[in-house]
């Protein structure tokens, strides 16, 4: 059965960006290679996904995706993508996206259908994947966390979820990186 995912990167400390919203702190981070980073086999399990607009404007922006659009599909190919955003941001020609607010409950149902039997990713950021959390559709947590603190910055769940709902089902060390997945459980 495919799952809801909140898939990302986070500090010993919480934080998946730092006050700036920048996440060079996470490629400051050696021992992330092609042969230990798992997203290209979590995204091929993907069959549409889920962003905030401060993470689509930070994606847009470092990847100088109106420029060049063609790194989009290079990193995420066709996969359709749902953008929550209350203003406007420009599309990136050739990308399948869709620009859209308010409940996720209608949106995690398109992407449901669109999907094709695969995984949803909710990629960010923390708020975004809390309403899915709050609506009860967020089925796993995967973190990779980075041998990083910040401080401060924005919380990788900037809400509470207590550990009734969390059930710890992994446990991975990729590098410098450890690997927790939790299974989420209704609100």
Do not use: C
Request: proline share 6%; glycine share 12%.
């Amino acid at each position: 059965m495919p799952k809801t995912q909140y898939y990302t990167a986070t500090t010993i400390d919480g934080f998946i960006a730092d006050s700036s919203n920048s996440l060079d702190w996470l490629f400051e981070v050696g021992g992330e290679h092609d042969e230990i980073n798992p997203f290209a086999s979590f995204f091929a399990g993907v069959g549409a996904f889920a962003m905030g607009a401060t993470t689509y404007q930070w994606v847009l922006d470092h990847e100088s995706l109106l420029d060049h659009p063609e790194r989009w599909k290079a990193s995420y190919g066709d996969v359709p993508a749902w953008v929550f955003t209350h203003r406007d941001l420009p599309a990136i020609p050739g990308a399948r996206l869709r620009f859209v607010q308010g409940d996720v409950r209608p949106v995690h149902a398109a992407m449901t259908a669109a999907a094709g039997g695969k995984n949803l990713w909710v990629v960010g950021g923390g708020a975004l994947a809390g309403d899915f959390a709050d609506a009860g559709l967020l089925d796993e947590l995967i973190l990779g966390v980075a041998p990083v603190t910040l401080g401060a910055g924005a919380p990788v769940l900037p809400r509470r979820l207590t550990s009734s709902r969390l059930s710890l089902s992994s446990v991975e060390r990729r590098g410098e990186f450890a690997y927790l997945t939790y299974g989420v459980g209704a609100p």
